[in-house]
């Protein structure tokens, strides 16, 4: 997005806001909020929800809300989903569309994803602040700053891991970043790292999980001689490519295609799947429950 | 759904609504909905709302609810509904689970369509009882009769169409029949029996409207030498194939498929996409809104 | 098949033969077979070829050939290809299609897939005589029957499983079978049974492989939070779901999906894969190689 | 491509040519070319063929084969099928691999399409040499000069469309272009043109064909409310919009997405459709037959 995007869309959505609920389902919730939103002036735009059993399950609700001098009003609409909150055992997030979130990404020698990601965000399609790219490769350098983007590249390998982590952590601060895309950055994150961001990090794998978790997943699909390769964009978890699924994608292979093909045209799904992630992240539309998402 | 599925759908659902809203939009219309729910004992265990433009554009929402003795409450629950819909100008429908809508299949010679719906009905995927089948030829009578469900010939073409659709109305009437499903019934209905079923009547066309209208798709598809070919799921309206899509789909197709292949191929894809558009009326999915539909 | 469309079909295909030929790459192969398909005056009406790496690798090739009379040349033209063969030391098949394919199917309980293959049978787009269907359960007796096909009850579980085997094998024989489908038939055949019909048995598994192979699958992938399912058809081999796979597919699913929704949207994947796998199968199209399949 | 992959890329396959056959079907063409092939040495690397009906039908054949020094054996393997082509009056090519087409890409003011070739062909999928683009906006001129490649901007509508071509044709003639992509170009080109480079103009429309030919079919799409929307490269011919198809897909839309949500989603699959389709006719894959294409 370049500044006068970004002019047009906050002068388009200042006054919009978007929350995601999630708690113990119980009569009511939904008139609690709603009629909070009434009674704030604000106008419910769109609004999705589901439950996993009624009464005993667990309520998720996703809604999109407009109201005239939304800024004027944040700190008390704020103040009453707390409220709510509290009442109903709620987690909740609230984001005003004023407030472009920051990301990061993280790439590494193959810029496909990176490039994606990059073009999305030209087009306006990925509404956010993308402060900076990380790669342990120079390779992007060149297309990253032609968007007026700050490139560090930083060598990695695991038996630096810490140090890395530690230049990385100390760059997610300055910026002041809220979401970390690896961009097929294929360096494993520590626990710590990890933690840091939970439910913040969004990883590609290239692999229609779980077939084929962990390294050389097209050379494995190769072997197998499967008819389908697949992309998985999900949430990085401890455990390695176990983490919540976002989105997944296959594309159609046959007996022709090598490894080198499966590869090819797995970029084609990986990029699209990557994007969609986190597209759909940025517009706060994914809740993690219990290793899953829920995507609105 | 044999009789004891039926049961048990009954059982699990007794206590369960849908309620689908189209009006204007303004503020505190989800206030005042689940407000009024919440007060008759109700719980919202599904509900998705859109709305064309903020405030002046049109508000669209379903909501599926539960309530404890539901059956009890019913009249109170819709006079409260009808005095809410009032104030805010709403067209809306309120379906109790526990009534079954009453469907009827018009077929012709190709009973693959037909087929599909009796095997999904049967799987309990298509809740609705299916009163019966009307044909212009007797080839599904054995496959009908074999569910128990009556089949009457009616041999139909442009010059008796008057006293076949009168015949039709009578059975409609005498059915009670909420729903009409044309499974490659392949003759137009007339504007006045049309009337009779507004946005009721779900129509299979054997393309990708608005690609080849009219007779012959798969042969028309076939010269023009298309790389996929369609099918499509619709309201019938009095312009034919022009009525609001509910769903469609493609399926590849190459050089060497000749018109018969696509027929082939083409059926794999009518099916599911008849079958899909008709769960979703039933489920009480889609609005109709300015001749297309928002599928919840 | 019904008789008539029998007759028709090896009326159109009495002049018509398939050679399937797999063998060390070298130049000279195409010529000679085509050489001698136009000495013995067939012309080729459909021909692919896949070298998996030029001279050194392995040649495969299919070819669809006519002639006038084919029935009086079926000897020479054997001969002739037996001799080629032997020269270039081929694996090889020939298939005279007025020689129907005998096909057996086992089933179990749920009828699904059983049915598609029964319909895409009587459709006319699976090309052959199904001679039996056995299945340990007698639900789908009614269905069979209904085709004129002989149903074999024959109870299964694997205490019993030679007795069982030594039953299915004896009917095997006296039905002369060359294909058995395991339309959704639950139970573990033994290496012996295995062993008598190298590549000719074809299984469908309800999941992406080698994504949740074993048992319950859905309610793996359900557990996993996975965004799509799949199915998979493939040959039978010693090791469980580990042998050549023909063809998958996948099915978008998401969060408010149950296992129950899995099993249901599965279905309607699963019928096609193994119906699109048999076809291919009959079709003579379909090499096994190296625990893989070139499908022509 | 570099000149790293390019030079690799002629090592690999100087030894390699393709050969497209059509011609009236009759016994003896595949024995007659696979022979003179081995007679030269030559090794069949892969080959596909297609008849439309046997024997009064037309012959397609696709051949890829090797020899070696096959630079040598360029002139007396082209008589040689000069020969075999007059004996059974075959239209044929033959593109030996080390001669790289050449390509002309013409582009408008939407660069999403352009971008997507140049990423292909950096990335050595697309094997050519992209020797100019031609643009009506000067909008993709730092991109493409970014690859080394020629920009030249030409300003043009439809006023001014003789001069404009006059400025192409000597363009293309200079650079002696083998084939040109329309990339979004957005301007029609004269019968003069269009005649001078038969089946060698690849146009992508932003529809699924026969669907919404013309202006404005994303607009049109919403307006009739479609469920999917679709992209089609084809060749140009003196009807807009109804050259022979090379390639189609679709995506998914719904009743949330706005017109210009249909242009977003649709660029996703224009832009492959574009490139598979450039990528087909460079790998010699494609033949055109009374309008449409046969594609192996």
Redesign the interface.
């Known amino acids: 997005m370049n500044n006068q995007q970004i002019q047009q869309y906050l002068t388009t959505n200042q006054n919009r806001a978007r929350l995601l609920v999630s708690c113990p ?7 609690a909020i ?2 909070l ?2 009674d704030h ?11 996993t059993h ?2 005993e399950g667990t309520f998720f609700l996703r809604i999109v809300f ?1 109201a005239n001098d939304m800024k004027a009003k944040e700190n008390e609409i704020r103040d009453a989903i707390t409220s709510v909150g509290e009442e109903f055992s709620m987690q909740w997030r609230l984001n005003f569309l004023h407030e472009l979130k920051k990301t990061a990404i993280f790439a590494s020698k193959d810029t ?1 994803c990176l ?1 994606e990601l990059l ?1 999305e965000w030209e ?1 306006g ?1 990925l509404v956010t602040d993308i402060s900076l790219v990380i790669s342990n490769h120079e390779t992007g350098r ?1 297309l990253v700053e ?1 968007f007026g983007i700050p490139f560090y590249y930083i060598p990695a390998n695991k038996d630096i891991r810490k140090e890395v982590e530690a230049k990385q952590l100390e760059l997610m601060e300055e910026y002041d970043i809220d979401l970390i895309v690896l961009a097929r950055y294929m360096q494993i994150l520590t626990p710590k790292f990890v933690a840091t961001y939970p439910s913040s990090i969004i990883n590609i794998h290239h692999s ?5 978790v962990g390294a050389s997943p097209h050379k494995r699909a190769y072997d ?5 390769i ?1 992309a998985t964009s999900h949430y990085v978890t401890d455990d390695l490519d176990e983490g ?7 594309i159609r292979v ?3 295609n090598n490894v080198s093909d499966l590869k ?1 045209k797995g ?2 799904i990986e990029r ?1 799947v990557l994007a969609r992630g986190v597209k759909w992240h940025l517009e706060d539309r994914v809740i993690v429950h219990e ?5 609105f």
């Open positions: 389902d119980q009569p009511g919730i939904v008139s709603s009629t939103l009434r002036g604000a106008n419910i735009v769109e609004s999705s929800q589901y439950t009624p009464v407009e496909t490039r073009y087009s399609d060149e032609s229609f999980l779980p077939a084929f197998r001689g499967v008819k389908l697949g919540p699924i976002i989105e997944q994608d296959v046959d007996h022709r090819k970029r084609l699209s290793n899953k998402t829920i995507v």
